[in-house]
Nanobody
Framework: HVQLVESGGGSVQTGGSLELSCRAS????????MSWFRQAPEKEREAVAV????????DVANFVKGRFNISRDNAKNTVYLQMDSLKPEDTAMYYC????????????????????WGQGTQVTVS
């Protein structure tokens, strides 16, 4: 089994920055793609960013393109989400997810596809 633990959330003012981290532990050899989702109150969970198993290719959703960046350090079993130019509409609970797919990223882009989830970290922008 794999455990994911997020950190780095908090409260910032509009235009500020935060970096979220998500560390995997346990059977980390099962971790393939990794991603970040977010869910605001009364809204559906949405994919924000995804990265390939090796970390060579990451992608972010259009609504955060140019402001957010995803990266990973496999030596540390950690994925990061750098968030700049934050807006109030970025306020949400952010979740780390992973799938035991060693090749692609499709499963990490779907809430149903991901095998593993973190407990979430709150980001509030005012």
């Amino acid at each position: 089994h794999v455990q994911l633990v997020e950190s780095g959330g908090g409260s910032v003012q509009t235009g500020g920055s935060l970096e979220l981290s998500c560390r995997a532990s346990g059977h980390t050899s099962e971790v393939g793609c990794m991603s970040w989702f977010r869910q605001a109150p009364e809204k559906e969970r949405e994919a924000v960013a995804v990265i390939t198993p090796g970390g060579s290719k990451g992608d972010v959703a259009n609504f955060v393109k140019g402001r957010f960046n995803i990266s990973r350090d496999n030596a540390k079993n950690t994925v990061y989400l750098q968030m700049d130019s934050l807006k109030p509409e970025d306020t949400a609970m952010y979740y780390c997810a992973a799938a035991d797919d060693p090749y692609g990223t499709a499963r990490c882009l779907s809430a149903r596809g991901a095998n593993y989830w973190g407990q979430g970290t709150q980001v509030t922008v005012s």
